[in-house]
């Protein structure tokens, strides 16, 4: 068998988050050896949304097989206050190469991983955490959702139609958009670890969120203009929306005048790309 890039890293993955599982999944994925931690109960995400029909897998979701393809799980209720509990995760944390997590750092301290106690049992583990606020600031002891994630980062915003509330994205987009950024903090220390520089990442979910403006935040410092919400139908771009159609809708991205002149070809009316009507995005909108 061909080694995987991460062949041979050994990662240990704890706590019930999504962003965390998400990091764990790509790292596995690219031959990492990646243990997930869970609760005697198992993790929530097991118990999310339609579970799979078979007796063998009546306890995993499709949302709990998609984030762990390629892990090995096992079960520990570390979150008691148990010698024991604490003995055994530290031991676990000591065989670790790198240690992904979403704790605060009271609570890391709680489990006897924080720094002086990872020190003291000699756990020379590289260290991502992943958290909704970061470690400190005004938010820090904050809990978030997908839901918070996307207000405080500025999307609901522009999610929705301009007359009416602003509408939630599905499922756990700030989660998954967290996850990769962990994946390349674990990268960038998997790398820096070999120039005895510091071993330890922090991914905020917010920050994630805010910094993944396309060009709202950039548009608003240099030329003051707010951006304004506009549904299904972007104020530069059209047609990049949803149309409805007789059974249901049909999604289009044509963000370039190649890509209008071939849809034009496409619904049979090639005419349309050299109607000086359309001849650029922005009044497409208004044909």
């Known amino acids: 068998m061909t080694d995987s890039a991460l062949t041979g890293l050994n990662v240990l993955e704890l706590g019930e988050s999504v962003a965390v599982a998400y990091c764990g999944r790509w790292l596995a994925a690219f031959g990492a050896d990646v243990t997930k931690v869970e609760p005697s109960a198992g993790d929530w995400t097991r118990r999310y949304g339609v579970a799979a029909a ?5 306890d ?3 949302l709990f097989a998609y984030l762990n393809t390629g892990k090995r799980s096992v079960t520990q209720d570390f ?3 148990s010698a024991e509990a604490g003995a055994s995760l530290r031991q676990r944390a000591s065989l670790a190469d790198l240690i992904i997590h979403p704790f605060a750092p009271a609570d890391l301290e709680r489990l006897g991983l924080g720094p002086e106690a990872r020190r003291d049992a000699g756990i020379g583990s ?3 955490s992943v958290s909704d606020f970061g470690s400190d600031g005004p938010y820090a002891s904050y809990r978030g959702a997908p ?6 980062g500025g999307y609901l915003h522009l999610s929705g139609a301009p007359d009416r509330a602003p509408l939630m994205l599905p499922g756990f987009q700030s989660e998954y958009l967290g996850g990769l950024h962990a994946v390349i903090a674990a990268l960038a220390l998997s790398l820096d670890r070999r120039l005895n520089r510091p071993t330890q990442a922090e991914v905020s979910l917010m920050e994630v969120m805010t910094s993944l403006h396309q060009f709202t935040t950039v548009q608003f ?3 003051g203009v707010n951006r304004k919400r506009n549904g299904n139908r972007r104020e530069n771009l059209h047609p ?3 149309i409805p159609c007789k059974d249901g809708y049909v999604g289009m991205a044509l963000p370039t005048n190649d890509l209008w002149a071939r849809q034009c070809a496409m619904i049979g009316q ?3 790309a050299d109607d000086p009507r359309f001849a650029t995005p922005a009044p497409r909108p208004r044909g």
Not at 147 to 152: E, M, S, T
């Open 79 to 81: 979150d008691r206050d």
């Open 126 to 128: 590289l260290i991502v």
């Open 54 to 58: 078979t007796d063998a897998a009546r």
């Open 147 to 152: 839901i918070v994630h996307l207000a405080l």
């Open 240 to 242: 990049s929306t949803l």
């Open 221 to 223: 410092t240099y030329e």
């Open 60 to 62: 995993m979701s499709a």
């Open 270 to 272: 090639p005419e349309l």
